[in-house]
């Protein structure tokens, strides 16, 4: 398979794509989900939860983190994860303005 050609792409569609192939896994979102219905920086007990190794799971929390949509902060020897707001609002946003742009047409196919 070829190289992306990011650059005849807007930077809202790069963005995007971005945030999506973060998210695009099983995993990422129980991830998210879990620390979203705890409403609280997560340290650590992702292991028990989620019945994953440990080293997948701070794969999955990198890859979260590099795309922006998770942050974290150093306790002591644990690095404790939340939901990075400005990125989930971008994230938010950019799906509502897609899937909105949808009209409901029945004209075709």
């Not at 807007?10 to 999506?20: G, M, S, Y």
């Not at 879990?34 to 920086?41: Q, S, V």
């Not at 306790?75 to 742009?101: H, M, R, S």
Request: hydrophobic share 40%; aromatic share 4%; net charge neutral.
């Amino acid at each position: 398979m070829g190289t992306t050609k990011s650059e005849i792409f807007t930077d809202r569609q790069n963005e995007l794509a971005v945030l999506l192939k973060a998210i695009a896994h099983p995993a990422r979102i129980a991830i998210l989900q879990h620390i979203m219905a705890a409403n609280a920086c997560i340290c650590g007990d992702l292991v028990d939860e989620l019945g994953l190794a440990q080293a997948t799971i701070s794969q999955h929390l990198k890859e979260l983190k590099n795309a922006g949509i998770i942050q974290g902060t150093i306790e002591g020897v644990k690095v404790c994860y939340c939901i990075e707001p400005k990125t989930w609002k971008l994230l938010q946003t950019q799906l509502a303005d897609l899937f909105g742009a949808y009209q409901g047409q029945n004209t075709c196919c």
